[in-house]
């Protein structure tokens, strides 16, 4: 049985900064493509960073936190991360870790994501 179970969250001023882990069970995290996305209140969940497992590929990022976070994985302890610098107000959401078999298309597609975590809060105050 495949879990994700997400880490890290928590408030913190504007221009902070948060490590969010994911730790994955029942799926190798180098063997699948793995993305985070998040949920702001009373909007839609959104994509924020994907990483393919097809090599010499580079992880994906939205645009409004391109140049702020980075994505990454730990085949060791079979973990996805992110790590996120010059926190704003608007980051503030659920952040959900979530994986698909590898070779699809649309990476930033959440609907061709099959396994999500529960999320953790992230709360950036201004």
């Known amino acids: 049985q495949v879990q994700l179970v997400e880490s890290g969250g928590g408030l913190v001023q504007t221009g902070g900064s948060l490590r969010l882990s994911c730790a994955a069970s029942g799926l190798i995290v180098s063997t699948v493509d793995m993305g985070w996305f998040r949920q702001a209140p009373g909007k839609e969940r959104e994509f924020v960073a994907a990483?393919?497992?097809?090599?010499?590929?580079?992880?994906y990022y939205a645009d409004s936190v391109k140049g702020r976070f980075t994505i990454s994985r730990d085949n060791a302890k079979n973990t996805l991360s992110l790590q996120m610098n010059s926190l704003k107000p608007e980051d503030t959401a659920v952040y959900y870790c979530a994986a698909r078999p590898s070779g699809l298309p649309g990476l930033p597609d959440q609907s061709t994501y099959d396994y999500w975590g529960r999320g953790t809060q992230v709360t950036v105050s201004s």
């Open positions: 990483y393919t497992r097809r090599f010499g590929s580079s992880p």
